[in-house]
């Protein structure tokens, strides 16, 4: 078990993947609870903190993930966890996994809701439960008074019409693994959401991503893994995990000319405001 998300971080002088120097850093959207990570999770988690990721907030999408998320986060002091319903999963009993959110909150490692949303890509649950799933956790957090973790794919205009009909900005939160435009992320951060960057920004084809990275202003900007998925490179094809969250922010710091050290600090600082972390 790791005890420390302030492990000696900056003992190391380079990044064995990169060469260069180690910066802080919040990798503010992965799954450690996932499956994948059943043979080595403990090897992960250290991993990361070798690399100087000092925080992994890990996201349940059910009730059995919620579950796991939050056992995860009193397990180890460097994780914290959001709980929600994902829209793949608002066809099941929303009802039994709201009631374990709502008895779950007041856990100081619970630090948001989420993920929830709208994918009208692949439609797993049918369009209209997705909705009224997506409106009653909104409800449930500006209950709460936690923010929100949203997932939005394919379904831009129907995600941001949402937001603004449940007044979410009262809460705020954040775009999971931005894929809009940026108009788009300019009506999110008009209601004081964040925008959050994935690994998909390494890609060299992801030309409209690195155009709203370019005209995010950094103080809006937070990094993920969304780990197991969404592999950045040169790690394409393979499992991706939280310690890789450096490469987002290596490709945030070459797209908008600035120094890593500046992309790593304000990014860090804006999760730890966002999610009221330590």
Sequence with gaps: MIHSPTHPLTH?????????????LIDSHAHLEMSDYDADRDAVIKR????????????GIGRKECEQALALARAYSCVYAALGLHPHNAKTDAARIFDFIKGSVRNDKVVALGEMGLDFFKNWSPQQDQIRCFHEQLAMARELKLPVIIHDRDAHTETVRIL???????????????????RMAADCMDMGFYISIPGTVTFKNAT????????????????????????PQPFRG???????????????????????EEVARITTNNARKLFSLP
């Design 208 to 231: 409209i991503l690195h155009d709203v990275v370019k005209k995010l202003p950094l103080d809006r900007i937070l990094i993920e893994t969304d780990a197991p998925f969404l592999t």
């Design 164 to 182: 603004k009909e449940e007044q979410a900005g009262e809460v705020g939160g954040v775009i999971h693994c931005f894929s809009g435009d940026y």
């Design 48 to 59: 990361a903190l070798d690399q100087g990721i000092e925080i992994i907030i890990t996201i």
């Design 238 to 260: 393979k499992r991706n995990e939280p310690a890789y969250v450096r490469y987002v922010a290596e490709k945030i710091a070459e797209i908008k000319k600035l120094p890593l």
């Design 12 to 24: 190391s002088p380079t990044h064995p993947f990169t060469d260069s120097p180690i910066y802080r």
